[in-house]
């Protein structure tokens, strides 16, 4: 029995140790990002497979040579999963120090409320394991909200269980401005409409058979939709904040900075492009999703071929405007969108008086919060509450 859990350990080490190396690695090819986003986010896994490895070995060690090589190999993979632990509780001060510092009093006073609370702790390690509970919510899906050229256009709603009139949030999905859906990151939808809001999941035209603007049009159309049935899908049009991830963060922000149908209170960008020229002159290394491809069938050539789409198409060029308060929340080893250019965005947003926020995720790759119950999701979600609880308030409460 001894001599089969030594192999079982001599076995499955060099596999946790692979496993885990995605932790500190960025993924040089596109078959890999998965691997790169998603080991920080099961890095409780890997830690509990690593220790997991190394008593195995350790409990039934016999001095073979090859179960040494075994438990030091466990002992590194012990080492990167417990890497994300370590930064944790100094990148929460540093959020938490950030939300307070940027909106002030009337931010504390917001979150001290039992109603505007969620969760009431930014990481747990059980939910980690088991998963973020969801309660029960009212659904509805495939909506159509417009058809421009003949292509239908849908959103899912998701509200709170019992009817009323509750604060909404618009979410655009990602997806390199060419793929994904309403259904993306269906379980954040969910989570927050059981914390009483109404959540419209949006889409748009795919490029690149539709360039640029051609998305921001039909957020646009989704816009004015809602508001001509805010009443039917019980919606306070007073109180709306924007919200989106990666190429969706690009198109909430630029509807957010720019006259639409309704009045935007708040947005919110997860690891959203914001200089679109200088991303494609200054790419990424790896560069993975092979950025300025994306960049090209996005907006139809390179920033010297159209440069007036580049212009347009990036958030930093309307700064210089009073705009509703933004919240950036991106992973420091984002190797898609680098975390240089939220930096960038953050200090043009402050220049020009307005209140922005940027929280840094330390271990976090792009597109991160797809492992809901993972860290850096649970930080994000923790804040992203709170932004939203402060932003869309009651103002006659």
């Known amino acids: 029995m001894k001599e089969v859990l030594s192999i079982l350990g001599i076995l499955l080490s060099p596999i946790s140790l692979f496993l885990s190396i995605w932790i500190v690695t960025p993924a040089p090819i596109y078959s890999l990002l998965p691997l790169a986003v998603g080991a920080p986010e099961v890095c409780q896994w890997l830690l509990l497979l690593n220790t997991t490895t190394f008593v195995l070995l350790l409990f039934n060690l016999q001095g073979s040579w090859l179960q040494y090589v075994g438990l030091g190999i466990s002992v590194v993979g012990i080492i990167l999963s417990i890497l994300p632990f370590v930064q944790l509780p100094n990148a929460q001060q540093q959020m938490q120090l950030v939300m307070e510092k940027q909106l002030g009093q009337s931010y504390s006073r917001t979150i001290l409320k039992q109603e505007y609370f969620g969760r009431s702790y930014p990481f747990n390690l059980i939910d980690a394991f088991k998963g973020?509970?969801?309660?029960?919510?009212?659904?509805?899906?495939?909506?159509?909200?417009?058809?421009?050229?003949?292509?239908?256009?849908?959103?899912?709603?998701?509200?709170?269980?019992?009817?009323?009139?509750?604060?909404?949030?618009?979410?655009?999905?990602?997806?390199?401005?060419?793929?994904?859906?309403?259904?993306?990151?269906?379980?954040?939808?969910?989570?927050?409409?059981?914390?009483?809001?109404?959540v419209f999941a949006i889409t748009y035209r795919y490029a690149p058979a539709y360039k640029f603007p051609?998305?921001?049009?039909?957020?646009?159309?989704?816009?004015?939709?809602?508001?001509?049935?805010?009443?039917?899908?019980?919606?306070?049009?007073?109180?709306?904040?924007?919200?989106?991830?990666?190429?969706?963060?690009?198109?909430?922000?630029?509807?957010?900075?720019?006259?639409?149908?309704?009045?935007?209170?708040?947005?919110?960008?997860?690891?959203?492009?914001?200089?679109?020229?200088?991303?494609?002159?200054?790419?990424?290394?790896?560069?993975?999703?092979?950025?300025?491809?994306?960049?090209?069938?996005?907006?139809?050539?390179?920033?010297?071929?159209?440069?007036?789409?580049?212009?347009?198409?990036?958030?930093?060029?309307?700064?210089?405007?009073?705009?509703?308060?933004?919240?950036?929340?991106?992973?420091?080893?984002?190797?898609?969108?680098?975390?240089?250019?939220?930096?960038?965005?953050?200090?043009?947003?402050?220049?020009?008086?307005?209140?922005?926020?940027?929280?840094?995720?330390?271990?976090?790759?792009?597109?991160?919060?797809y492992i809901f119950n993972g860290p850096s999701n649970q930080l994000a979600l923790y804040h992203t509450e709170r932004f939203l609880a402060w932003a869309l308030k009651d103002m006659e409460k």
């Open 132 to 198: 973020i509970h969801i309660g029960g919510i009212r659904y509805t899906p495939s909506i159509q909200f417009a058809a421009p050229d003949g292509v239908p256009l849908h959103l899912n709603i998701y509200r709170p269980p019992q009817p009323g009139k509750y604060p909404g949030i618009i979410i655009i999905h990602g997806g390199g401005w060419q793929t994904g859906s309403p259904e993306t990151n269906a379980d954040f939808s969910r989570y927050m409409a059981t914390q009483g809001y109404t």
């Open 214 to 369: 051609a998305q921001l049009d039909d957020v646009r159309s989704a816009l004015t939709f809602i508001q001509q049935h805010a009443t039917e899908y019980e919606t306070d049009v007073n109180r709306i904040a924007l919200l989106g991830r990666s190429a969706g963060g690009q198109l909430a922000m630029l509807a957010a900075y720019q006259q639409n149908p309704l009045p935007v209170r708040a947005v919110i960008s997860y690891y959203g492009p914001s200089n679109l020229a200088k991303g494609y002159r200054e790419p990424p290394t790896p560069d993975p999703l092979n950025v300025r491809s994306v960049l090209e069938a996005f907006l139809g050539g390179t920033p010297d071929q159209v440069p007036e789409q580049y212009t347009k198409a990036s958030p930093i060029n309307y700064v210089n405007r009073p705009l509703p308060p933004t919240l950036l929340i991106h992973g420091s080893r984002d190797h898609i969108t680098s975390i240089k250019f939220p930096r960038m965005l953050l200090q043009s947003l402050q220049a020009a008086g307005n209140q922005a926020i940027l929280l840094e995720i330390p271990w976090a790759e792009h597109a991160f919060d």
